[in-house]
């Protein structure tokens, strides 16, 4: 069996260990090349199988997820390498736990065959997550090796979006009937020999298979096993349908400390149940996600793509971001003149702007933050505007005002210190105005606010910045 790793660091020593491994095989097959010697193939045949044996016991005894964390971390020449001496029953697992990036390169290294292989290990909800990624034909075939109860439940989880609750909930569950006792409840559990990861309750069901309650694992425990079950088991427990949100779930799972969650259909029939680790892995999905997107990044993209693909990835938002630059660049084109008067104002305008730019973004995270929790709604806005808009004139009124000190320090001119203080303040309220107008803007059309937010408010506080502080300059300084 895989051993966990104890730490972060030993998953890091198993790296270094694996590239070492990799390198050495590397170096030892390059020196024999170069060497003339009786009977080269059979040494070199034999001296490969060594090294590679030596490698393959080094993966044999790490987890899958850590496999998974080294070959995200290697370049594809070596991925590939490590890929291969994986053990074919393992193949499932390891699909599972790498990135989606990562996951096209395995995929694509691997036949048909291999691919069905894998994925015959995995079970109904596991095959969801893994099958967009396989090539058609491959589904199908998978499709058609299942048995109808299986391949129903593969379909039907399917045709869920991925922010649904179908798509993260599994269908391994146990169910039990009101009518018994604790007694028989217990025997039936013995029989089953083992219990789905994450059980901490069994679900209660009537003979159409209608969920009637819960029964939490430690009441089973502590209770008399006389009792009966429907005298023991929760019948207010929560519960999901397959339709609603995942993110509202993942809310719910916090709120309330949960670790499973029944699923049911609008008949209230149990459908499957939704588990705290697939929470956790569609949070950060969904949080890498954001972090991807306020970097302008359309996908998540492989360390080591090529160039060509991690250009395509990256060119939308830079060309939005070169667009804003040129409306900047604009905007201080028509105060040449005042530039070419007052020399300060280059030095000084950077400054108005790039701390409005810090400044929308602070108010947009906030912002975002409180949409993704359901804090900020249409009734409390007045209420949230005034407050950042109250935050910014203060913010601006006081290190406005420690810029215009320096700035009378440095150039000997008290107007151009109150230009600059003027100019502070008139631009973070612009900021925390524009912070919070954009994501609620976005949520409006139907877009996700995390995704360009922060470039937005940068580009209307660069412009912005660079407007005021040279439009109140020009009318005040000259």
Known sequence: MAEIPESKESLSVSLQQVISLLEKHKLVEALLHKQAMPKQDLVESILHKQNLYELQKKLDVL??????????????????????????????????????????????????D??????????????????????KDVLQDLLDNLDTHNRARLQSALSYSEDAVGAIMDFDIITIREDITLEVALRYMRRLGSLPDHTDKLFVVDRDNILRGVLPLKRLVVSDLDASVADVMSEDAVTFHPED?????????????????????????????????????????VTESDL??????????????????????RWAWLALNLMTALVASRVIGLF??????????????????????????????MIVRGLALGQVASHNMKALITKELGVALLNGLVWGGVLAVVAYALYGNYQLGLVMMAAMTLNLLLAALMGVMIPLTMIRFGRDPAVGSSVLITA???????????????VFLL
């Open 114 to 135: 291999e691919l069905l292989a894998a994925a015959e290990q995995l079970d109904t909800d596991e095959l969801a997550d893994l099958a967009p990624d396989l090539p």
């Open 336 to 365: 040449e003149g005042s530039i070419e008067k007052i020399v300060a104002l280059a030095a000084l305008m950077p400054i108005v702007a790039g701390i409005g730019g810090n400044s929308g973004n602070q108010t947009t995270t």
């Open 63 to 112: 987890h899958s997820a850590d496999i998974a964390s080294i070959l995200e971390a290697l370049p594809l020449e070596q991925r590939l390498d490590v890929w291969e001496l994986v053990k074919a029953d393992r193949d499932g697992d390891i699909l599972l736990e790498v990135s989606d990036a990562v996951r096209q390169t395995l995929i694509a290294d691997m036949n048909s």
């Open 245 to 285: 949100i995942a993110d509202e779930a993942a809310k719910a799972f916090e709120r309330y400390d949960l670790v499973t969650v029944p699923v049911v259909d609008e008949n209230n029939k149990l459908v499957g149940r939704v588990t705290v680790d697939a929470v956790m892995d569609y949070i950060r999905n």
């Open 292 to 313: 991807l997107s306020m970097a302008g990044l359309r996908e998540e993209e492989d360390f080591f793509a090529s160039i060509w693909k991690s250009v395509q990835n």
């Open 460 to 474: 209307v506080t660069d412009s912005g910045g660079f407007f005021i502080f040279l439009g109140l300059a020009t």
